[in-house]
């Protein structure tokens, strides 16, 4: 097992279009979740899976994200119509049920050009 | 709300200092707090959880105390070193699922 893994690590996108990131949680791991971060802060929480069941959103995601697991595996993470205010690292982590430490992928930083 | 607060925000020392974070919280109502290390443009690297019915956790030079009661937590680095470059930041687990993070501290050991 390789831990927690997120692709892209890097996408550049223009102003209003789609994007898509994905994230492989560790194998085994019911829980997932999302955060953003931008520069100089620390990570904020933006909503998280058990299983394939999405249980809780932040403020912060707007209309314009969505977010699934379907199959209580992988994640995706969409954003419609990227603002440049959209522009952070954005951050997967998943822990076991019942465990305390939430391990984290390394980023997918988005730049809304 | 929860509130997360870290000071320094940034901190230069020269290699083989002893040296403490600072981390703040406004909820005692926390179920662990977690130190965290990030290096630049990477993902994060849990350093130390420490349960909120214990005082401190040690791993290596590492040390990180919990006073729950006062809202308040600390990460001491002995014998510092340039890899412990990177930026360090404290999350609190209130049971709502997510981590609560304070915005870091960024820490330069000058070889």
């Known amino acids: ?113 | 709300k929860q509130e997360v607060t870290q000071i320094p925000a940034a901190l230069s020392v020269p290699e083989g200092e002893n040296l403490v974070l600072n981390c703040s919280f406004t909820d005692s109502a926390i179920y662990n707090l977690q130190w965290f290390r990030q290096d630049p443009g990477k993902g994060l690297t849990s350093l130390l959880l420490i349960q909120s019915s214990q005082r401190e956790q040690t791993s290596g030079r590492l040390n990180a105390s919990l006073d729950k009661s006062s809202g308040r937590s600390t990460l001491y680095i002995a014998a510092s070193q340039p890899g412990d470059s990177a930026t360090y930041l404290c999350a609190v687990d209130t049971g709502r699922r997510a981590l609560t993070f304070g915005s870091g501290t960024r820490l330069q050991v000058q070889p």
Not at chain 1, 59 to 77: N, V
Not at chain 1, 86 to 108: H, K, P, V, W
């Open chain 1, 1 to 113: 097992d390789t831990g927690v893994s997120q692709d892209p690590r890097h996408k550049i996108t223009k102003r209003g279009q789609n994007v898509t990131f994905r994230c492989d949680p560790i194998s085994e791991h019911n829980r997932l979740y999302w955060y953003r971060q931008t520069l100089g802060q620390g990570p904020e929480f933006l909503t998280y899976f058990q299983n394939e069941a999405q249980l809780e959103k932040s403020r912060l995601l707007s209309d314009r994200f969505s977010a699934e697991r379907p199959k209580g595996s992988f994640s995706t993470l969409e954003i419609q119509r990227t603002e440049q205010g959209d522009s952070a690292m954005y951050l997967c982590a998943s822990r076991l049920e019942g465990a305390n430490i939430q391990y984290f992928g390394a980023g997918t930083r988005l730049s809304v050009l």
